[in-house]
């Protein structure tokens, strides 16, 4: 636990990073999933986004999953995204707080609860506020389906947002899974062309240990118009010292 709470400090010193909205998924993914680490679990999600209009993001995302009142666990989470959009620089901190309130299981929806916000790191001006519902429901071991739904405040233009995603992941061999996903905003439209349309994004995701994992991404983002983006993210896992490993908590995804 000290070596992994050591790690996350490291990561937010070295890492300074922009989310783009306040919005965090499974790494680079813009669907959540219901489910949450083992409470002193930690990890070390980091992605480099790359488009075709030459908008670019590199985002660090450290998290541990707490229990201090022996209640319900909570993950918590400090996403920092360094971003170019329109030539332009800019540097956000997204802090985010997530809770299982059904665990999932196979033949069964489960359902989580997360909030989050996202703030300039230089002014300290909050620029967005979101909650969101992550649903998840197991087809099998192998397969599973993850439902969001959920508000946004865009507080820069004072526009209020209904978010939603969907999507399917499938780990179709020991190592590696496929995800594909939709998701997007409804709402006002903004000075931004697009911004309200559906995106989709697909991914292969390596991972040959419970520790590590790779992604690859190809697809859309909400931000950068009609833009494509091609993603390569990593996550590094800090497991509770002789706790369970995820895969055998909660399947195999």
């Known amino acids: 636990m000290r070596k992994a709470c ?45 488009a075709t209009n030459t908008d670019f993001s590199f985002v660090a995302n450290p998290s541990c999953v707490v229990d201090p009142f022996s209640f319900k666990p ?4 400090m996403q920092t995204n360094r971003a170019r959009s ?21 033949g069964k929806l489960g359902v ?10 230089f002014t300290g001006e909050n620029l967005t506020v979101a909650a969101v519902i992550p649903a998840t429901y197991r087809l099998s071991e192998t397969m599973r389906i993850n439902v969001n739904g959920g508000w946004l405040w865009d507080r820069g233009i004072d526009r209020h947002y209904f978010t939603y995603g969907l999507g399917f992941d499938w780990k179709f061999t020991d190592t590696l899974q496929w995800t594909i996903e939709a998701f997007g905003q409804a709402g006002p439209a903004t000075d931004t062309p697009g911004t309200t349309r559906p995106r989709w994004q697909t991914g292969l995701r390596y991972r040959p240990n419970e520790i590590f994992s790779l992604d690859v991404i190809l697809g859309h983002n909400i931000t950068g118009e009609s833009a494509s983006w091609i993603t390569l993210g990593t996550t590094i896992r800090f497991p509770v010292e002789g706790g369970k490993p995820a895969r055998e908590r909660t399947g195999h995804l």
Do not use: H, Q
Not at 12 to 40: F, Q
Not at 74 to 77: R, Y
């Open 74 to 77: 909570v993950e918590l989470g």
């Open 6 to 50: 050591a790690a996350l400090v490291a990561a937010l010193a070295m890492w300074p990073r922009l989310a783009d909205e306040a919005r965090a998924a499974n790494n680079a993914y813009a669907v959540d999933a219901a489910d949450i680490g083992e409470a002193g679990s930690c990890k070390i999600e980091s992605w480099l986004s790359s």
């Open 112 to 121: 989580s609860f997360y909030a989050a916000g996202a703030f300039d790191a």
């Open 86 to 106: 329109e030539g332009e620089w800019g540097t956000t901190l997204a802090p985010k707080a997530k809770m299982n309130l059904i665990p999932t299981g196979i």
